[in-house]
């Protein structure tokens, strides 16, 4: 594979998906260079999730490298298992990646902004677990 990991964030609300998005793109200083994309609530606006939209956010993310797909609970991870076990509608080489949330994204975007691949990239993500705080 090549090209740039891209990086799906799929909560049940749009705003907290968009706000991580952009939380973790600044951080990382990755502008525009690692894409990255949310993929929150529900077509009507709601709180929930949407296979339609984790579809076209993979999608639009995918830059041949693989897709690594973060989220945060419930019918997000239900969702993404679904999408993955049927095939065919996500990316070749997306990935439910375990990870935190906020960090996890944190640590996807830097790694993906070095040019890590899609291995490395969720490595970082689910080594965000360790992270202390105290």
């Not at 909560?11 to 200083?29: C, K, N």
Request: aromatic share 2%.
């Amino acid at each position: 594979m090549t090209g740039v990991v891209g990086i799906v964030l799929v909560s049940h609300s749009a705003q907290v998906a968009a706000s991580v998005a952009d939380l973790a793109r600044r951080l990382a200083g990755a502008g525009d260079g690692v894409p990255v994309a949310a993929a929150g609530g529900t077509a009507e606006g709601g709180l929930g999730t949407s296979a339609e939209r984790t579809v076209r956010a993979a999608h639009g993310v995918d830059r041949g490298a693989g897709v690594a797909v973060l989220v945060d609970i419930g019918s997000a991870v239900l969702t993404v298992k679904t999408l993955l076990a049927e095939g065919g509608e996500l990316p070749e080489g997306t990935r439910l990646v375990d990870a935190p949330f906020v960090e996890g994204a944190v640590a996807a975007v830097v790694t993906a902004a070095t040019g890590a691949d899609l291995d490395a990239v969720a490595a970082a993500a689910e080594e965000a677990y360790g992270y202390r705080k105290v």
